[in-house]
């Protein structure tokens, strides 16, 4: 047989072997079932089990969206000299008072600079007493005639300098001393310490953050809100808010919503105040309600819905008393412990 020919069955051969093989893995040798919609048997419900009515609630709608525990009074503290660091007595999560003493600097230069001032008015002091006399001697001279107009004058001119140097001495001695305040930095602000961004021995600058102070009592939620829902927002309106760390909900007032829209969100930031509380701490997560209209829900007991995997089911009767499990998607849980489906 040529060789061209037992190429030719060889492949042909080849092709019959695959051809079976994906057809018995399609299932070729194996009988079908045809679609159609097939009952799973659910054992009638027991005598004694609980039943409940499916709820259609139509109610007002509530978005939520997620934001964030911010305080209202956020201070950054910074140095307006530039210094090395000295003592840092507070750390992150301190609670301080305004006025308090919270850093200090290095500052034997700057005392050195008053000291030089204070001995600079001290002697410019003298000279303006030693002025006063000259002029005094002049014009008595000069009242008497045995002085001249130019001695007097001349004097006179002295005594003018003198007091000119003074002055110039004593804001010099206030501005070398307020240079040294500047050494000992205090907080405007009472609050707690969040970030501490400093330690001795750094050189602090002018404008640069040293710590970050909240206030603690003043803490509002901040949220993104979609623009649609935003507009129709006003300051003063109140909103539930959900804080997920402690379980609990609290109530919001709205009092502030910034003008302006974010391009790529579509969102307004709504910030709402929440009343003081020990437990709340500047960061935490936190979901608000956005009123959204009204809708018709379904609500049924949290407790009759099963969940095997990934799937949730309840067992649903009929008028006839037939028992029957379906696939639900749950939605949100009320205060009463129903959940909508």
Same mark, same amino acid.
């Given at each position: 047989?040529?060789?061209? !020919?037992?190429?030719?069955?060889?492949?042909?051969?080849?092709?019959?072997?695959?051809?079976?093989?994906?057809?018995?893995?399609?299932?070729?040798?194996?009988?079908?079932?045809?679609?159609?919609?097939? /009952? *799973?048997?659910?054992?009638?419900?027991?005598? &004694? =089990?609980?039943?409940?009515?499916?709820?259609?609630?139509?109610?007002?709608? !509530?978005?939520?969206?997620?934001?964030?525990?911010?305080?209202?009074?956020?201070?950054?503290?910074?140095? /307006?000299?530039?210094?090395?660091?000295?003592?840092?007595?507070?750390?992150?999560?301190?609670?301080? =008072?305004?006025?308090?003493?919270?850093?200090?600097? $290095?500052?034997?230069? #700057?005392?050195?600079?008053?000291?030089?001032?204070?001995?600079?008015?001290?002697?410019?002091?003298?000279?303006?007493?030693?002025?006063?006399?000259?002029?005094?001697?002049?014009?008595?001279?000069? &009242?008497?005639?045995?002085? +001249? /107009?130019?001695? *007097?004058?001349?004097?006179? =001119?002295?005594?003018?300098?003198?007091?000119?140097?003074?002055?110039?001495?004593?804001?010099?001695?206030?501005?070398?001393?307020?240079?040294?305040?500047?050494?000992?930095?205090? +907080?405007? !602000?009472?609050? @707690?310490?969040? &970030?501490?961004?400093? $330690?001795?021995?750094?050189?602090?600058?002018?404008?640069?953050?040293?710590?970050?102070?909240?206030?603690? @009592?003043?803490?509002?939620?901040?949220?993104?809100? /979609?623009?649609?829902?935003?507009?129709?927002?006003?300051?003063?309106?109140?909103?539930?808010?959900?804080?997920?760390?402690?379980?609990? *909900?609290? $109530?919001?007032?709205? &009092?502030?919503?910034?003008?302006?829209?974010?391009?790529?969100?579509?969102?307004?930031?709504?910030?709402?105040?929440?009343?003081?509380?020990?437990?709340?701490?500047?960061?935490?997560?936190?979901?608000?309600?956005?009123?959204?209209?009204?809708?018709?829900?379904?609500?049924?007991?949290?407790?009759?819905? $099963?969940?095997?995997?990934? #799937?949730?089911?309840?067992?649903?009767?009929? =008028?006839?008393?037939?028992?029957?499990? @379906?696939?639900?998607?749950?939605?949100?849980?009320? @205060?009463?412990?129903?959940?909508?489906?």
């Amino acid at each position: 047989m040529k060789p061209q !020919v037992l190429r030719v069955f060889e492949g042909l051969a080849l092709l019959a072997v695959v051809g079976g093989a994906v057809f018995w893995l399609s299932g070729g040798f194996e009988s079908r079932i045809a679609p159609a919609e097939v /009952r *799973h048997a659910v054992p009638p419900p027991a005598a &004694d =089990s609980a039943q409940a009515v499916v709820a259609r609630v139509t109610e007002r709608a !509530v978005e939520c969206t997620s934001g964030i525990l911010e305080s209202a009074s956020r201070t950054t503290v910074s140095s /307006r000299i530039l210094a090395r660091i000295e003592e840092v007595r507070v750390g992150a999560g301190d609670l301080v =008072s305004a006025g308090d003493v919270v850093i200090r600097l $290095e500052s034997r230069d #700057l005392a050195a600079r008053v000291q030089q001032a204070r001995e600079a008015l001290r002697a410019a002091r003298a000279e303006l007493e030693l002025a006063r006399a000259e002029e005094s001697r002049a014009k008595q001279l000069l &009242d008497r005639g045995v002085g +001249t /107009r130019q001695r *007097h004058d001349l004097a006179l =001119s002295n005594l003018r300098v003198a007091e000119a140097e003074v002055d110039r001495m004593a804001r010099l001695l206030e501005e070398s001393e307020t240079a040294l305040s500047y050494a000992e930095i205090t +907080t405007p !602000v009472g609050g @707690r310490v969040v &970030d501490r961004l400093a $330690e001795p021995g750094d050189t602090a600058a002018p404008g640069t953050a040293l710590l970050r102070i909240y206030d603690p @009592r003043r803490l509002r939620v901040e949220a993104p809100v /979609r623009e649609s829902l935003a507009v129709h927002l006003q300051v003063g309106d109140r909103l539930w808010v959900q804080i997920a760390a402690l379980g609990e *909900h609290f $109530e919001g007032v709205i &009092d502030e919503i910034v003008p302006y829209a974010e391009p790529g969100a579509r969102t307004l930031l709504v910030k709402a105040s929440l009343p003081p509380d020990e437990r709340l701490v500047g960061g935490m997560f936190a979901r608000i309600g956005v009123p959204a209209g009204e809708r018709a829900r379904l609500y049924i007991p949290g407790a009759a819905v $099963e969940t095997i995997g990934q #799937l949730q089911f309840v067992t649903v009767v009929d =008028s006839s008393g037939r028992a029957e499990r @379906r696939l639900v998607t749950t939605g949100e849980s009320d @205060r009463a412990g129903r959940i909508e489906v």
